[in-house]
């Protein structure tokens, strides 16, 4: 199993939510000054508390441990 990384829900302050650390998860502005919204590979959206920049970096560095560990081996996929 990834990584899981642990984030505040801007919707729900004092609430945690979790998100897997995937490579081709998307990171944007949040719809409020601090806040990130994540979309997973699978599509789901969490709005979370922090600069989208961190948030982002806090994701990939993860994701990138997991892989270098084996702990997440990713299919290779093709380009089409």
Do not use: S, W
Not at 20 to 47: H, K, L
Not at 50 to 78: I, S
């Amino acid at each position: 199993m990834a990584d899981q990384i642990r984030f505040e829900d801007a919707e729900n302050p004092g609430t945690q939510v979790t998100v897997e650390a995937d490579p081709q998860a998307a990171v944007n502005p949040g719809p409020r000054p601090g806040t990130a919204v994540v979309i997973t590979p699978a599509g789901r959206r969490v709005c979370v508390v922090g600069d989208y920049r961190d948030v982002q970096v806090k994701l990939q560095a993860a994701a990138a441990r997991a892989h270098e560990t084996g702990e997440t081996p990713r299919q290779n996929t093709p380009v089409v």
